[in-house]
């Protein structure tokens, strides 16, 4: 009998409530292993032919979070069953699915499915709102439920996973340092740099912001409770090429094992 478990990186919590709900619907997780933190990044762990793993992270510019590469390609599989779960705020996620595949592959494990799903984007409410919605939870049970069933036969470790993307993987661009503004009415609780998963935000009496290490995820946005820490008008004109080219609703894709 396979143990599940789970890994995510999810400043927001929107990639968490995507891959729990998968996890739910294949049976109890044994272990989860959340390393959205700097602190929650230690030693990667290893995982054998008895685990199935359900991993999930959120799509920036197309890829994978370039910020935990390090630990990705730490965590070693031996024949390990992978779900993959990307997270993308409704534009495209590009080629952050092969490259999930690829890494995990390389790394011992044998891809099973993999999914990318729809966060509400963390750079407007305008794009991608409130998703994931009911909609998209009832389309993860689904996919659950379609890899219970694939599961039950192990002609899964001859078979093939084939997802869009293309390699080499989409060119990751440089931009200049950008990180968010602590207004006045802030109340230096730290919440904000408590969830930072880079570490941008210190707290040490009053916040300080170090925008060379912001990823702009807006965890510290959606996190603080007073509204008091935001992005400023430098971020405008990419929110509004957001809300003109990637408002209509982009659905679930799902991919699963094929004859090779």
Not at 7 to 29: C, E, Q, W
Not at 55 to 83: C, D, F, H, S, W
Not at 134 to 162: A, H, N, P, W
Not at 184 to 190: A, D, I, K, M, Q
Request: aromatic letters at 8%; charged letters at 25%.
């Amino acid at each position: 009998m396979m143990t599940i478990k789970t890994l995510y990186f999810s400043p927001t919590g929107t990639t968490k409530i995507i891959v729990d709900t998968i996890a739910r619907t294949l049976g109890a997780v044994e272990k989860n292993y959340n390393i959205t933190l700097p602190k929650q990044r230690g030693v990667m762990p290893s995982f054998n032919e008895d685990d199935i793993l359900i991993v999930g992270l959120p799509v920036y510019a197309g890829r994978i979070p370039q910020l935990i590469t390090e630990q990705i390609t730490a965590i070693k599989g031996n024949q390990t069953p992978v779900i993959m779960v990307g997270v993308y705020g409704n534009r495209d996620y590009d080629d952050a699915l092969l490259e999930m595949k690829n890494t995990f592959q390389k790394n011992g494990f044998v891809p099973l499915a993999a999914g990318a799903f729809i966060g509400e984007h963390s750079y407007t409410s305008e794009v991608g709102t409130k998703r994931p919605d009911s909609r998209d939870l009832k389309i993860c049970k689904q996919f659950g439920e379609t890899i219970k069933t694939l599961l039950k036969s192990d002609t899964y470790k001859t078979k093939e996973l084939y997802v869009k993307g293309n390699f080499p993987y989409r060119e990751l661009k440089p931009s200049l340092p950008l990180g968010p503004i602590v207004d006045e009415t802030c109340l230096n609780c730290g919440i904000c740099a408590i969830n930072c998963p880079t570490g941008a935000l210190k707290h040490n009496g009053h916040i300080k912001v170090i925008d060379e290490l912001c990823i702009r995820c807006h965890a510290c946005v959606r996190k603080c409770p007073i509204h008091a820490v935001d992005f400023d008008e430098r971020l405008d004109p990419v929110k509004k090429w957001l809300i003109d080219n990637s408002s209509k609703r982009r659905e679930p894709e799902l991919f699963y094992l094929k004859d090779k």
